[in-house]
Protein backbone atom coordinates (compact mmCIF):
# COMPACT_ATOMS: atom_id res chain seq x y z
CA UNK A 1 0.00 0.00 0.00
CA UNK A 2 1.77 3.78 -0.68
CA UNK A 3 2.29 5.67 1.90
CA UNK A 4 0.96 9.06 3.03
CA UNK A 5 3.81 11.37 4.58
CA UNK A 6 2.37 13.65 7.14
CA UNK A 7 3.87 16.69 8.87
CA UNK A 8 1.90 18.16 11.64
CA UNK A 9 -0.10 15.28 12.43
CA UNK A 10 -0.03 15.80 16.02
CA UNK A 11 -1.59 19.27 15.12
CA UNK A 12 -5.23 20.54 14.25
CA UNK A 13 -4.54 20.75 10.34
CA UNK A 14 -2.28 18.07 10.36
CA UNK A 15 -4.14 15.49 12.49
CA UNK A 16 -7.46 15.89 10.65
CA UNK A 17 -5.87 15.17 7.40
CA UNK A 18 -4.40 11.77 9.03
CA UNK A 19 -8.17 11.46 10.32
CA UNK A 20 -9.51 11.96 6.23
CA UNK A 21 -6.19 9.64 5.33
CA UNK A 22 -7.01 6.75 7.87
CA UNK A 23 -11.06 7.09 7.02
CA UNK A 24 -10.20 6.61 3.46
CA UNK A 25 -7.94 3.44 4.36
CA UNK A 26 -4.79 5.10 3.96
CA UNK A 27 -1.15 4.03 5.30
CA UNK A 28 0.00 7.14 7.05
CA UNK A 29 3.21 7.85 7.93
CA UNK A 30 3.64 11.06 10.26
CA UNK A 31 6.56 12.56 11.14
CA UNK A 32 6.80 13.60 14.75
CA UNK A 33 9.62 15.45 16.79
CA UNK A 34 8.12 13.46 19.77
CA UNK A 35 6.87 9.84 19.25
CA UNK A 36 6.46 9.38 23.17
CA UNK A 37 4.43 12.06 23.65
CA UNK A 38 0.25 11.10 24.18
CA UNK A 39 -0.38 12.66 20.86
CA UNK A 40 1.78 10.93 18.88
CA UNK A 41 1.33 7.46 20.71
CA UNK A 42 -2.52 8.27 20.14
CA UNK A 43 -1.82 8.61 16.74
CA UNK A 44 0.06 5.13 17.03
CA UNK A 45 -2.94 3.44 18.38
CA UNK A 46 -4.77 4.26 14.96
CA UNK A 47 -2.30 2.67 13.21
CA UNK A 48 -0.60 5.68 11.85
CA UNK A 49 3.66 4.68 11.67
CA UNK A 50 5.77 6.98 13.39
CA UNK A 51 9.08 8.65 11.96
CA UNK A 52 10.88 11.01 14.55
CA UNK A 53 12.45 14.07 12.80
CA UNK A 54 14.34 16.83 13.94
CA UNK A 55 13.43 19.74 11.73
CA UNK A 56 17.01 21.00 11.90
CA UNK A 57 18.61 17.72 10.82
CA UNK A 58 17.90 17.86 6.80
CA UNK A 59 18.86 13.52 6.95
CA UNK A 60 16.05 12.56 9.30
CA UNK A 61 13.83 14.67 7.40
CA UNK A 62 14.87 12.97 4.50
CA UNK A 63 14.77 9.47 5.74
CA UNK A 64 11.06 9.72 6.55
CA UNK A 65 9.97 11.02 3.59
CA UNK A 66 11.69 7.97 1.59
CA UNK A 67 9.25 6.16 -0.54
CA UNK A 68 6.63 8.29 0.24
CA UNK A 69 3.73 8.89 -2.30
CA UNK A 70 3.16 12.12 -1.09
CA UNK A 71 3.58 14.42 1.68
CA UNK A 72 1.55 16.61 3.29
CA UNK A 73 3.20 19.82 5.01
CA UNK A 74 1.63 22.24 7.00
CA UNK A 75 4.30 25.34 8.57
CA UNK A 76 3.46 27.33 11.63
CA UNK A 77 5.28 30.69 13.12
CA UNK A 78 6.14 29.18 17.44
CA UNK A 79 4.65 32.77 18.65
CA UNK A 80 3.80 35.32 16.03
CA UNK A 81 7.10 37.64 15.97
CA UNK A 82 8.95 39.02 12.96
CA UNK A 83 11.52 35.65 13.94
CA UNK A 84 9.10 33.49 14.33
CA UNK A 85 7.65 34.15 11.39
CA UNK A 86 11.28 33.52 10.26
CA UNK A 87 11.59 30.48 11.78
CA UNK A 88 8.11 29.29 9.71
CA UNK A 89 9.93 29.93 6.45
CA UNK A 90 13.23 28.13 7.98
CA UNK A 91 10.78 24.87 8.37
CA UNK A 92 9.05 25.12 5.47
CA UNK A 93 12.12 25.21 3.35
CA UNK A 94 13.58 22.48 5.17
CA UNK A 95 10.21 20.13 4.41
CA UNK A 96 10.62 20.74 0.38
CA UNK A 97 13.83 20.28 0.35
CA UNK A 98 13.39 17.43 2.11
CA UNK A 99 10.83 16.06 -0.10
CA UNK A 100 13.04 16.76 -3.31
CA UNK A 101 15.96 15.11 -1.67
CA UNK A 102 13.89 11.31 -1.11
CA UNK A 103 11.87 12.49 -4.77
CA UNK A 104 8.34 12.51 -3.42
CA UNK A 105 6.19 12.50 -6.56
CA UNK A 106 3.44 14.69 -4.90
CA UNK A 107 3.35 17.72 -2.05
CA UNK A 108 0.37 19.33 -0.51
CA UNK A 109 1.58 22.17 1.27
CA UNK A 110 -1.38 24.06 3.51
CA UNK A 111 -0.54 27.54 3.43
CA UNK A 112 -3.02 30.31 3.90
CA UNK A 113 -5.89 32.42 1.80
CA UNK A 114 -4.08 35.49 0.21
CA UNK A 115 -0.73 34.29 0.91
CA UNK A 116 -0.06 35.78 -2.83
CA UNK A 117 -1.81 38.83 -2.61
CA UNK A 118 0.63 41.27 -0.69
CA UNK A 119 -0.94 41.10 2.39
CA UNK A 120 1.91 42.26 4.24
CA UNK A 121 0.98 40.37 7.18
CA UNK A 122 4.00 38.45 8.44
CA UNK A 123 2.86 35.31 9.06
CA UNK A 124 1.07 34.72 5.61
CA UNK A 125 4.59 36.50 4.05
CA UNK A 126 6.62 33.43 5.92
CA UNK A 127 3.54 31.50 4.03
CA UNK A 128 4.54 32.68 0.70
CA UNK A 129 8.25 31.96 0.69
CA UNK A 130 7.69 28.50 1.50
CA UNK A 131 5.20 28.32 -1.70
CA UNK A 132 7.71 30.50 -3.62
CA UNK A 133 10.47 27.92 -2.69
CA UNK A 134 8.14 25.22 -3.38
CA UNK A 135 7.26 26.23 -6.76
CA UNK A 136 11.32 26.94 -7.80
CA UNK A 137 11.83 23.82 -6.54
CA UNK A 138 10.62 20.88 -8.67
CA UNK A 139 8.09 18.00 -7.36
CA UNK A 140 4.68 18.30 -8.28
CA UNK A 141 3.45 20.67 -5.94
CA UNK A 142 -0.15 21.60 -4.13
CA UNK A 143 -1.19 24.59 -2.29
CA UNK A 144 -3.88 24.68 -0.21
CA UNK A 145 -4.57 28.12 1.34
CA UNK A 146 -7.03 27.97 3.98
CA UNK A 147 -8.95 30.80 4.99
CA UNK A 148 -10.02 31.51 9.11
CA UNK A 149 -10.29 28.23 11.02
CA UNK A 150 -14.00 27.88 12.93
CA UNK A 151 -11.58 26.40 15.52
CA UNK A 152 -10.83 30.11 16.09
CA UNK A 153 -13.97 30.42 18.26
CA UNK A 154 -12.37 27.95 20.73
CA UNK A 155 -10.81 31.62 22.00
CA UNK A 156 -12.96 34.14 20.14
CA UNK A 157 -15.84 32.59 22.04
CA UNK A 158 -19.16 34.10 22.41
CA UNK A 159 -20.44 34.87 25.96
CA UNK A 160 -23.77 35.45 27.23
CA UNK A 161 -24.43 38.63 29.09
CA UNK A 162 -28.31 39.38 30.41
CA UNK A 163 -29.38 36.59 28.15
CA UNK A 164 -27.84 37.67 24.76
CA UNK A 165 -25.39 35.93 23.08
CA UNK A 166 -22.53 38.73 22.13
CA UNK A 167 -20.10 38.09 19.91
CA UNK A 168 -16.77 40.24 19.75
CA UNK A 169 -13.80 40.59 17.26
CA UNK A 170 -11.64 43.48 15.90
CA UNK A 171 -13.44 43.21 12.71
CA UNK A 172 -16.09 45.77 11.64
CA UNK A 173 -19.64 44.47 11.64
CA UNK A 174 -19.95 44.85 7.75
CA UNK A 175 -16.94 43.03 6.78
CA UNK A 176 -17.98 39.22 6.01
CA UNK A 177 -15.05 37.13 6.77
CA UNK A 178 -14.31 33.67 4.98
CA UNK A 179 -14.28 30.52 7.53
CA UNK A 180 -13.42 27.31 7.45
CA UNK A 181 -13.92 24.19 9.02
CA UNK A 182 -10.68 22.22 9.92
CA UNK A 183 -11.99 18.85 9.17
CA UNK A 184 -12.80 20.37 6.06
CA UNK A 185 -9.06 21.34 4.86
CA UNK A 186 -8.02 17.64 6.11
CA UNK A 187 -10.75 16.29 3.78
CA UNK A 188 -9.79 18.49 0.95
CA UNK A 189 -5.92 17.91 1.47
CA UNK A 190 -6.58 14.27 1.75
CA UNK A 191 -8.52 14.13 -1.49
CA UNK A 192 -5.66 15.27 -3.33
CA UNK A 193 -2.87 13.62 -1.87
CA UNK A 194 -4.38 10.18 -2.73
CA UNK A 195 -5.24 11.01 -6.29
CA UNK A 196 -3.03 13.66 -7.41
CA UNK A 197 -4.65 13.82 -11.16
CA UNK A 198 -7.60 15.33 -9.11
CA UNK A 199 -5.33 17.89 -7.23
CA UNK A 200 -4.96 20.87 -9.33
CA UNK A 201 -1.06 21.60 -10.25
CA UNK A 202 -0.90 25.15 -8.29
CA UNK A 203 -2.84 26.77 -5.80
CA UNK A 204 -6.52 26.93 -4.59
CA UNK A 205 -7.71 28.66 -1.75
CA UNK A 206 -10.48 27.19 0.72
CA UNK A 207 -13.67 27.90 3.08
CA UNK A 208 -16.59 26.73 3.60
CA UNK A 209 -19.14 29.64 4.73
CA UNK A 210 -18.66 33.78 4.69
CA UNK A 211 -20.34 35.82 7.14
CA UNK A 212 -20.43 39.10 8.19
CA UNK A 213 -20.09 39.34 12.42
CA UNK A 214 -24.10 39.70 13.12
CA UNK A 215 -24.35 36.71 11.02
CA UNK A 216 -21.74 34.52 12.88
CA UNK A 217 -23.25 36.17 16.30
CA UNK A 218 -26.83 34.78 14.93
CA UNK A 219 -25.52 31.46 14.04
CA UNK A 220 -23.85 30.86 17.73
CA UNK A 221 -27.27 32.51 19.31
CA UNK A 222 -29.95 30.34 17.33
CA UNK A 223 -27.46 27.03 18.06
CA UNK A 224 -27.87 28.41 21.60
CA UNK A 225 -31.30 29.09 21.50
CA UNK A 226 -30.12 33.03 22.40
CA UNK A 227 -30.89 36.37 20.56
CA UNK A 228 -27.17 37.46 19.65
CA UNK A 229 -25.28 40.24 19.20
CA UNK A 230 -22.26 41.38 17.64
CA UNK A 231 -19.90 43.95 18.63
CA UNK A 232 -16.96 45.04 16.83
CA UNK A 233 -13.57 46.37 18.69
CA UNK A 234 -10.99 48.39 17.89
CA UNK A 235 -7.59 46.97 17.19
CA UNK A 236 -5.98 48.57 20.01
CA UNK A 237 -7.66 45.08 21.73
CA UNK A 238 -4.36 43.31 20.16
CA UNK A 239 -1.96 45.04 22.25
CA UNK A 240 1.80 44.75 20.94
CA UNK A 241 0.53 41.75 18.96
CA UNK A 242 1.81 43.93 15.50
CA UNK A 243 0.88 40.03 13.36
CA UNK A 244 -2.29 40.24 14.48
CA UNK A 245 -3.24 43.96 13.94
CA UNK A 246 -1.87 43.49 10.41
CA UNK A 247 -3.82 40.16 9.86
CA UNK A 248 -7.29 42.03 11.28
CA UNK A 249 -6.42 44.93 9.21
CA UNK A 250 -6.08 43.40 5.82
CA UNK A 251 -9.62 41.09 7.26
CA UNK A 252 -10.68 44.58 7.00
CA UNK A 253 -10.08 45.62 3.40
CA UNK A 254 -12.84 43.76 1.49
CA UNK A 255 -12.11 41.39 -0.09
CA UNK A 256 -9.20 39.96 2.40
CA UNK A 257 -9.88 35.79 1.86
CA UNK A 258 -11.34 35.31 -1.49
CA UNK A 259 -12.71 31.44 -1.93
CA UNK A 260 -14.78 30.59 -4.22
CA UNK A 261 -17.28 28.09 -2.37
CA UNK A 262 -19.08 27.12 -5.35
CA UNK A 263 -15.46 25.42 -6.70
CA UNK A 264 -14.80 24.06 -3.04
CA UNK A 265 -18.13 22.45 -2.97
CA UNK A 266 -17.44 21.15 -6.08
CA UNK A 267 -13.91 19.53 -4.50
CA UNK A 268 -15.60 18.27 -0.91
CA UNK A 269 -19.19 18.16 -1.11
CA UNK A 270 -20.25 18.17 2.40
CA UNK A 271 -17.67 21.12 3.17
CA UNK A 272 -19.12 22.59 6.12
CA UNK A 273 -20.79 26.05 6.95
CA UNK A 274 -20.58 27.28 10.15
CA UNK A 275 -24.17 26.35 11.52
CA UNK A 276 -22.87 22.72 10.40
CA UNK A 277 -19.57 23.23 12.27
CA UNK A 278 -21.68 24.12 15.50
CA UNK A 279 -23.55 21.39 15.54
CA UNK A 280 -21.27 18.76 14.43
CA UNK A 281 -17.80 20.04 16.50
CA UNK A 282 -19.38 19.30 20.22
CA UNK A 283 -19.07 23.23 20.46
CA UNK A 284 -21.54 24.38 23.77
CA UNK A 285 -21.39 28.20 25.41
CA UNK A 286 -20.10 26.14 28.54
CA UNK A 287 -17.88 23.38 26.93
CA UNK A 288 -16.04 25.01 24.09
CA UNK A 289 -14.10 23.10 21.50
CA UNK A 290 -10.65 23.32 21.57
N1 LIG B 1 -6.14 29.78 12.77
C1 LIG B 1 -6.45 30.18 11.55
O1 LIG B 1 -7.52 30.78 11.33
C2 LIG B 1 -5.53 29.89 10.40
C3 LIG B 1 -5.96 30.11 9.08
C4 LIG B 1 -5.07 29.80 8.01
C5 LIG B 1 -3.80 29.33 8.29
N2 LIG B 1 -3.42 29.15 9.61
C6 LIG B 1 -2.08 28.67 9.88
O2 LIG B 1 -2.14 27.36 10.42
C7 LIG B 1 -0.90 27.11 11.07
C8 LIG B 1 -1.17 26.34 12.35
O3 LIG B 1 -1.73 25.09 11.99
P1 LIG B 1 -2.35 24.16 13.12
O4 LIG B 1 -3.45 24.93 13.79
O5 LIG B 1 -2.63 22.85 12.53
O6 LIG B 1 -1.11 24.10 14.13
P2 LIG B 1 -1.03 23.28 15.50
O7 LIG B 1 -2.32 22.65 15.85
O8 LIG B 1 -0.37 24.21 16.48
O9 LIG B 1 -0.01 22.11 15.13
C9 LIG B 1 1.33 22.38 14.84
C10 LIG B 1 1.97 21.06 14.44
O10 LIG B 1 3.30 21.30 13.95
C11 LIG B 1 4.18 20.46 14.67
N3 LIG B 1 5.47 21.11 14.79
C12 LIG B 1 5.71 22.42 15.01
N4 LIG B 1 7.02 22.64 15.06
C13 LIG B 1 7.62 21.44 14.86
C14 LIG B 1 8.96 21.00 14.78
N5 LIG B 1 9.98 21.86 14.95
N6 LIG B 1 9.21 19.70 14.54
C15 LIG B 1 8.21 18.81 14.39
N7 LIG B 1 6.90 19.17 14.46
C16 LIG B 1 6.63 20.46 14.69
C17 LIG B 1 3.53 20.28 16.03
O11 LIG B 1 4.09 19.15 16.68
P3 LIG B 1 4.09 18.99 18.29
O12 LIG B 1 2.81 18.25 18.61
O13 LIG B 1 5.30 18.19 18.55
O14 LIG B 1 4.14 20.37 18.89
C18 LIG B 1 2.08 20.08 15.61
O15 LIG B 1 1.88 18.78 15.12
C19 LIG B 1 -0.24 28.46 11.33
O16 LIG B 1 0.83 28.63 10.44
C20 LIG B 1 -1.34 29.43 10.98
O17 LIG B 1 -0.84 30.67 10.49
C21 LIG B 1 -4.25 29.38 10.65
Known sequence: MNTIAVFGGTGKQGGSVIDALLSRGAHVRALV???ESDRARALAGRG?????????????????????????????????????????????????????AAAVPHVVFSSVGGAERDSGVPHFESKRRVE???????????????????????FLAP????????LRMPLPDHIPLQ?????????????FLLDAAKAPDGAVEIAGDERTGSQMAAAFGAHAGLPARYEALPLEVLGDNADGRAMFRWFAETPAYRADLAAVRAIEPAVQDLPAWIRTSGWTLDARVG
Open 48 to 100: VELARVEIDDATSLSAALRGAEAFFLMTTPAGHTLADAEGETRQGVALVDAAV
Open 179 to 191: LIAVRDIGRISAA
Open 33 to 35: RSP
Open 132 to 154: EHLERSGPRATIVRPVAFMENFA
Open 159 to 166: TVEDGVLV
